[in-house]
């Protein structure tokens, strides 16, 4: 099962409008990526929030995390039509010890559809 | 940009053939590659993790003998569907990282698997 759930699951927008997206999650965390898919294709990385961050960014995005409420924001500014995509946030836990491994996995969580019209 | 080549990106086949699915890492060493499934309009759901030169670990209800994979070299791991059935039709996404957990995962574009 997913322990991360974002809302809204859905979101429909205009061309130029900002869309925010939100990100629950349950356990002690790493870190905490987004990710974007578009229908039918792979998962494209689009940022990565390290537990001890509060914000950052990437061109039009902007990610924040509060990890005292397990919750992240991905905000997309001045969208676009090219936006309309699936959006992910996954999380990699926190292991007992703050030990790091490399076959910590990401936990999806159910993801945003977000359509953007022209 | 670190890239991933997954494919076929699409297989449609009898009830009852086996087939594998390739991953590669194009410009870089992946120590760890995530074979992923995912229903229409759902999450991902982890499958299992393969380092190189080492047995998968496989995710509580993923049946081994059912997904083959094999990680044996830095830059390929294979999933085999052995025996594929309609119930095994999905969308299939692998992803390789290389390093520890604050590197990000680099994804494949995903197999269409349909099993008439």
């Known amino acids: 099962s997913q322990q991360g759930e974002e809302d809204p699951q859905a979101l429909s927008i205009q061309e130029g409008e900002n869309a925010t997206m939100n990100c629950s999650y349950k356990t002690s965390i790493n870190n905490l990526q987004w990710y974007r898919q578009n229908s039918g294709r792979g998962l494209v990385h689009l940022i990565l929030?390290?537990?001890?961050?509060r914000e950052k960014h990437s061109g039009r995005l902007r990610v924040t995390l509060d990890t005292s409420k397990k919750s992240s924001s991905l905000l997309i500014t001045a969208s676009r039509a090219a936006d309309t995509a699936s959006y992910f946030c996954?999380?990699?836990?926190?292991?007992?010890?703050?030990?790091?491994?490399?076959?910590?996995?990401?936990?999806f969580g159910e993801g945003t559809q977000l359509t953007v019209n022209p | 940009g670190a890239v991933v080549s997954q494919h076929p990106s699409r297989v449609i086949c009898k009830s009852g053939t086996s087939v594998k699915i390739e991953c590669r890492s194009l410009?870089?060493?992946?120590?760890?590659m995530f074979w992923y499934r995912q229903f229409p309009k759902q999450s991902l759901m982890l499958m299992a993790t393969s380092n190189e030169g080492s047995k998968a670990t496989y995710e509580q209800g993923v049946e081994k003998d059912k997904f083959l994979i094999n990680h044996a070299s830095l830059t390929l791991s294979t999933l085999t569907v052995t025996s594929a059935h309609p119930e095994d039709s999905s969308f299939y996404i692998c992803?390789?990282?290389?390093?520890?957990?604050?590197?990000?995962?680099?994804f494949g574009d995903g197999t269409r698997l349909s099993i008439l």
């Open positions: 929030i390290r537990s001890n961050e």
């Open positions: 410009d870089f060493q992946a120590t760890t």
């Open positions: 992803s390789a990282r290389t390093g520890y957990n604050n590197q990000p995962q680099h």
């Open positions: 996954a999380t990699v836990r926190r292991l007992a010890g703050g030990r790091e491994t490399s076959g910590s996995r990401l936990t």
